[in-house]
């Protein structure tokens, strides 16, 4: 959504409020497509003597899955964006560059969402995962490969301790 900053040209307090969705669902990340539903953003851009600062909010709901059991996970997330729009080169952090008198808020705010995207969610801080050799899901059966899974470190300590 591009905003037109014409009318906030010399009037100090002046406020632009804006608000839409936009679609992501072709956004690649982490080898994923996560966004399948309409990503939400609001906020607003305020002449503050003279600087436009832009203040925003960008949400959405992340498609994606357990990455221990592959169960499906939703998980809301979520950014707030504070930012200098200057037309001078900055190297600050919070100071994003116009070269025109208007300024497209989601070139500020979507990298701002995917830097909230982790690479891995777990449907629980526990999950037992899939048994890596029958695939059972050991969150809600138990398979009887556990005991023949043995780590080959453990394996050589236990020999040793004459442990069988
Ligand atoms: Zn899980
Ligand atoms: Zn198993």
Partial sequence: MRIDLKKLNG?????????????????NVFGEFPFQTPVKYHGEIVNHLGVL???????????????????????????????VLSRDESDEEDV???????????????PELLLQVQMT????????????I????????????ESRQIDPRLAALAALLGDK
């Fill in 53 to 83: 600062m832009l203040s925003g909010d960008i949400s959405a709901v992340l498609n994606t899955h357990c990455a221990r059991c592959l169960k499906p996970l939703e998980v809301p997330i979520s950014a707030q964006v504070e930012a």
């Fill in 11 to 27: 009037v100090y307090g002046g406020k632009i409020t804006f608000e839409n969705e936009v679609d992501l669902s072709s956004e």
């Fill in 134 to 145: 029958c695939g059972t899901n050991r969150n809600t059966n138990d398979c009887n490969c």
């Fill in 96 to 110: 994003f560059q116009i070269t025109q008198d208007s300024v497209e808020v989601e070139d500020i705010l979507i």
């Fill in 121 to 132: 969610y777990l449907c629980k801080e526990d999950c037992k995962g899939l048994c890596p």
